[in-house]
């Protein structure tokens, strides 16, 4: 099963131009960011072993190897859509990985790198050195390297609801989710993504209720601008967001997952946020509720 988060081909990781300009002195080459140490699963491995180290780990993808060296990419959203439509998944991994895989060498230009997640949808890249799989370098590892830039300058002064199902939005989401506010200096946004390895967060007012959300993406964008100036999250943040009331079917939910390119939504109640479901939170709640899961849902 193809992934649509790592179908891209390279052609399409090209240089944005200006765009990703590094200052001097920071770093330039993706094996100066790469996390070393990779966390990979074997393609002849059962298709469950990804799962657990997905869940286990709060990755969206794992590179797949064999004895041969990296041989495909298994992500969140590929399994997410198989347990969604199978109760049970027969078969290795690399049954459902995907074969075409976007890779840096390590000594490709770290802008290179940042102008990839910037135009494609998936999270991380593997980085090669002599064709062997070495590191990988995600969006959070990009904002870690960069956003010091931000840290000394001034601040200036300045829903979509879906019904039915027997399954609650309530059941699954997190509460005692990461929000930040409007005036929240930038830097303090980007360290919270950074630090806790989450692809967005929600903005709100002083009364929780739900007012924009800002992503990875949307800080890459910010880190690798030359021009870009510090200032607050509501400058930078989307105010059109995607979110599901708490009484909403668990279903719609997982159907709005698996068809776009976010991994979570903000759960509100009477507007205010209240919680937040992830990929990986509905891809537990399946495991650990199959029959129920497959039997309600064929009830729709």
Known sequence: MASEDSSETKKNCQPLGDVAVLEKNAPEKAKDVAKYGVITVRSQE???KAIEIMVEKNVSGLPVVDDTGLVGIISEKDVLRLLYDTEFLTGSVGDYMT???ISF???????????CLVKNNFRRVPILHEGKL???ISRADLIKAKKDRFKSQAVPERSTKRHGGNVPARDVMKCGLLTA???????????????????????VDDCMNLVGIISEKDMLKLLYDPNAKAGKTEEYMTEEVVSFNHDDSLYDVCDCLMNNNFRRVPILDQGKVVGIISRADVIVHILRNKSGFFRQRSQQ
């Open 46 to 48: 059962s298709v469950y």
């Open 181 to 203: 506010r409007r005036e929240t200096p930038i830097y303090e946004t980007m360290d919270i993504l950074a630090t806790r390895n989450i692809t967005g967060l929600p903005v």
């Open 105 to 115: 060498a390590t000594e490709d230009s770290l802008a290179d790198v940042c102008d």
């Open 134 to 136: 070495v590191g990988i």
């Open 99 to 101: 074969e075409s895989i």
